[in-house]
């Protein structure tokens, strides 16, 4: 089993930025690929972002693209997702995950999910 603890959350005004940190215990999940998602009020959980096991590969939502980084240090068994230009659409709780494969999108296709951080924009 492994624990994702995510940190970095909080209030900002929109155009500015925010980085969110998911720290791994209790596995090592360099196997794993590693994402972010996010649930707004109301509706699903939909995929922010994914990063490879190695870091060499990501993908992104259309919607954050240009404005999101995710990476990894696999020597501290953490993820980061660098969050710039913040717009009021984008606050929701965000949520670490690990992921069966690099190509998945799907909340099914979740490992182990982070406990949720929120993100709130204010305009």
């Known amino acids: 089993q492994a624990q994702l603890v995510e940190s970095g959350g909080g209030l900002v005004q929109a155009g500015g930025s925010l980085r969110l940190s998911c720290a791994a215990s209790?596995?090592?999940?360099?196997?794993?690929?590693m994402g972010w998602f996010r649930q707004a009020p109301g509706k699903e959980r939909e995929f922010v972002a994914v990063i490879s096991w190695f870091g060499g590969n990501t993908y992104y939502a259309d919607s954050v693209k240009g404005r999101f980084t995710i990476s990894r240090d696999n020597a501290k068994n953490t993820v980061y997702l660098q969050m710039n230009s913040l717009k009021p659409e984008d606050t929701a709780v965000y949520y670490c995950a690990a992921l069966s494969f690099f190509g998945s999108r799907s909340v099914d296709q979740v490992e182990y999910w982070g406990q949720g951080t929120q993100v709130t924009v204010s305009s």
């Open positions: 209790g596995r090592t999940l360099r196997s794993y690929a």
